[in-house]
């Protein structure tokens, strides 16, 4: 054998552009597989999705449109036009940042593939672009708003082909500038906390952003109240002087400038745009390339945590008030809940919004009318609500989240039914207590009658139930055992099925409470007569009423049971 | 204790058994050898009740795999390829869960944990995430799980995957340990040395039709090589396999 001719290795520095599209490509790949064998599966659900999701979006999208160009249509100065899609824009790149963080860590830190990506030739420019490129589809849900507002100002104002261009070039500069933050911030968080504990921080600080972006809403919009558009011009002022020097302004003013025929403020405008997004994804480049392997080495440091054995002593006591085999099922969920933050990251925005609304109720005097028992529940009636949030955080993940140890549970002498009330049962205790806390501070807080707040809490437990059940229920519908985020445990149509059931069984409730608080309430004399309708004698709008929505609250929940069991049964019973 | 006639299994893949036809005794360690998707896998699935066949029939301790699964279940155990584990507990918690599902009483319970612990080495991890262990000490914790509430007859699918020369001799004295005294053991492996070393008999799968069964003396007889390994006689049941000339390395590397 010759040993003159070496063979020609691949450059890893050059063609970084067909190495990207060689990633890119093979995820669209793993994509498109993925779908075939979803569709091969069920054909009809599959289309079903298509036929219901894309229609819903692009109406959605539509509508939206169609108000941006109806509202600022009637908006007589360009100045006030120019700030409210100013003030859109910068919505929507919040929300662009708040949708992207949690998929940036996903997408750079968390993926499965990076493991196996990091040892393979790839210069991390190489991974950083496909990396930002799948972290930017954490923007798509909020560009619909900015969509909306560029695309309603250009019908208002028949905007030019160049103002067309600027706003297709705004809406991809804000996607990048919003995913180029998120990036920042998740790079800079996880060099300081294991990437897999980070989701929870990034959350609060979400949540820390939609709170500014609250009180900044109140402190600088002329009617935070009323979304008015139609208030002078002037009182736009102070928006505009917050907004006007940030992307949002520059956008809007660019886009307010094509309409006008301004070509070269347009162009000056539009540059700035694309050179600021550049740097943004250079600058968010930079800092992941400082933090990167020191925030991936860090992984391992959140797997070797030890358990809080306190908690776990506390926890073993409360399953051991149950049956044996129950008992088990429901501490396993306990403890994972009490030591897989992602377990819980679905709560974290419905805990947020709580914690919000309890401040809220407490500093606020509500929107009271009537008198007497009215007056409270009119008050404080929507607490019981809480709740539905709640469990959308917590029930409807509860068998997605079983991965691949569904495979455990099938092996296991485990009925359906056990597995479902466990499920209930571990998801109760959490959104209970929640519930209960923050209602019982905010009555406090509200200094509310004892007597209509006992009242409250017992209406706040049946609402738990309630939608605890169906939830744990939607769970079962349609689990994505094979997902690794925990939000995408749970299919579409097991969100529609929660939202459906949780609407019945909410308006189901809403009905026959009413009837029940106007037995001691004044009724209103509007629709006193109605209620006090005779039929051979009997007030169908009295009793009857209250006895019908009480045995059809408890029919829903007892078809979503047997629903739920039956799909566990099939879940348990599947080949795959 | 396993009594097995014609079961039959098709995927639209092309794989699956066919007409497979055997029996164990109770107490014995039977070994299912076989090339990869030759059905092994498959077979243990239908036979812990976690898949149907399309026909045949099956008896695992005296209950019908296909229409007594809960109590099926409840009499044996199963550890699979890759063991499923609750990564957010503890190995003593873990051993925990499964014991409470099977009702074990709790002073049996800790009793064996802790000697399951002691035996495979595992005591000072007992307190420590499973999402911390190796895949040694996973594979350990999950065949000290399905041991837990000594079940009738046990299925393991590969329980030898990932353990160091020493842990495979502690499971293998384990395995034989149960089996002397009454269990019944059905595995699969592609160690055939292992195999060679602890089984009673041997059923040997290819193209998910059984092609041999029996002692290694009666194997050997069927291939008619007295002094054979059990890897010749694999070899000579299963085609060995012939690598043809390839490509790599035609020119030389730096």
Redesign the interface.
């Known amino acids: ?3 003159s ?3 020609a ?1 691949a450059n890893v520095d050059e063609g970084l552009s067909r190495l990207g599209w060689t990633m890119v490509s093979a995820k669209v790949r793993a994509g498109r597989n993925q779908f075939t064998v979803t569709r091969r599966k069920s054909p009809v659900l599959s289309s079903l999705r298509f036929a219901v999701i894309v229609p819903v979006i692009v109406g959605f999208t539509a509508l939206l449109t169609i108000g941006f160009a109806s509202a600022l249509s009637q908006v007589e100065e360009r100045e006030t036009a120019t700030t409210i899609v100013a003030i859109a824009i910068a919505l929507s790149i919040i929300s662009a940042f708040v949708g992207s963080s949690t998929t940036a860590l996903q997408a750079l830190y968390l993926a499965d593939d990076i493991p196996f990506l990091i040892t393979l030739p790839i210069p991390l420019k190489v991974l950083f672009g496909t990396k930002f490129i799948e972290a930017a589809i954490g923007t798509a849900p909020s560009s619909m708003l900015m969509t909306a507002a560029v695309a309603g100002y250009g019908l208002a104002y028949s905007g030019s082909p160049l103002f067309w261009l600027v706003g297709l070039i705004a809406l991809v500069g804000a996607a990048v500038m919003a995913t180029a933050a998120s990036v920042i911030v998740v790079s800079v968080v996880t060099r300081f906390i294991p990437p897999r504990r980070a989701r929870v921080f990034l959350l609060s600080i979400s949540l820390f952003v939609i709170a500014l972006t609250m009180l900044g809403w109140r402190l600088l919009l002329p009617q935070p109240d009323k979304i008015n558009l139609l208030v002078e011009g002037e009182r736009f002022g102070r928006v505009w002087s917050a907004l006007g020097w940030t992307p949002a302004g520059w956008t809007a003013t660019a886009l307010t400038e094509s309409i006008s025929g301004q070509l070269i403020v347009t162009l000056y405008l539009g540059f700035l745009l694309v050179i600021t997004s550049g740097l943004a994804i250079a600058l968010s480049f930079r800092v992941f390339q400082r933090t990167f392997i020191r925030s991936l080495s860090q992984t391992r440091n959140a ?5 809080n054995e306190s908690i ?1 002593t506390w926890l073993g006591r409360g399953a051991n008030l149950l049956p ?2 129950i ?3 429901v ?2 969920e306990w ?2 809940f009490s ?2 933050l992602r377990r819980l990251s679905g709560a974290v925005w419905p805990v947020g919004v709580v914690v919000m609304y309890t401040v809220l109720l407490a500093h606020g005097s509500g929107s009271a009318f009537g008198s007497g028992d009215l007056q409270f529940w009119s008050r404080n009636g929507s607490l019981a609500l809480l709740p539905w949030g709640l469990s959308l955080g917590i029930s409807v993940y509860a068998y997605g989240s079983e991965g ?2 569904i ?2 549970l ?6 359906a039914r056990m597995i479902f009330a466990a499920k209930v049962i571990a998801a109760f205790v959490p959104v209970a207590t929640i519930s209960i806390l923050a209602a019982v501070l905010s009555l406090w807080i509200r200094q509310a009658p004892l007597e209509q707040s006992v009242q409250l809490v017992a209406l706040l437990i049946w609402m738990i139930a309630g939608y605890v059940l169906i939830d744990t229920a939607a769970a079962a519908f349609s689990p994505n055992f094979e997902a690794s985020h925990i939000q995408r445990t749970i299919g579409m149509p097991g969100r529609f099925y929660s939202f459906a059931l949780g609407s019945i069984f909410s308006l189901i409730t809403l009905v026959g409470m009413t009837r029940l608080i106007f037995f001691g309430a004044k009724e209103p004399s509007r629709i006193s007569g109605i209620l006090h309708v005779e039929l051979a004698g009997i007030e169908p709008f009295g009793w009857p009423l209250v006895v019908t929505a009480a045995v059809t609250g408890i029919g829903v929940l007892f078809v979503c049971a047997e629903v739920a069991i039956r799909q566990t049964a099939n879940i348990l ?1 599947s ?1 795959n | 204790m396993i009594k097995v006639e014609g079961l039959t299994k098709h995927y639209p893949g092309g794989a699956g058994i066919q007409d497979l036809t055997f029996s164990v005794n109770r107490g014995e360690l039977f070994v299912f050898l076989g090339p990869n998707g030759a059905g092994k896998s498959s077979t243990i699935k239908i036979l ?1 009740g ?3 066949p399309d026909s045949g029939t099956a008896t695992v301790a005296g209950k019908n795999v296909s229409r007594e699964r ?2 099926l ?2 009499l044996i155990g ?1 550890m ?1 390829e890759h063991p ?3 990564e ?3 190995g003593r ?1 873990f051993l ?3 014991a ?4 074990v009483p709790k002073e049996a319970r800790d009793r064996r944990s802790d000697e399951l612990f002691t035996a495979f080495e595992m005591t000072t991890a007992a ?3 499973i ?2 262990y190796s895949q040694g000490m996973r594979q350990k914790i999950a065949l000290a799980s399905v041991l837990i509430h000594e079940p009738a007859v046990l299925f393991l699918d590969e329980p030898t995957n990932g353990l160091d020369p020493r842990s495979a001799r502690v499971v293998k004295d384990i395995l034989r340990q149960i089996c002397d005294r009454g269990a019944t053991v059905f595995m699969t492996t592609h160690v055939l040395e292992i195999a060679e070393q602890m089984c009673d008999r041997v059923g040997i799968l290819k193209d998910g039709e059984l092609v041999a069964i029996g002692s290694l003396k009666d194997l050997r007889e069927t291939v008619n090589l007295l002094d054979a390994s059990l890897e010749q006689i694999f070899l000579a049941l299963t085609g060995a396999a012939t690598v043809p000339i390839l490509g790599l390395y035609e ?4």
């Open positions: 054998m010759t040993h001719t070496l063979p290795r797997q070797t945590a030890q358990p776990t044996r085999d008992g088990s099922l501490l396993k403890l994972v030591r897989d691949r140890n495979h455990l099938r092996s296991l002498p485990v009925s019973a080949p | 812990t976690l898949i149907a809960l109590a279940k409840r199963y699979a499923y584990l609750y957010k507990l503890t918690e925990r869960f499964m409470d599902i099977y009702r307190n420590q995430l999402e911390t020119t030389a590397t730096p």
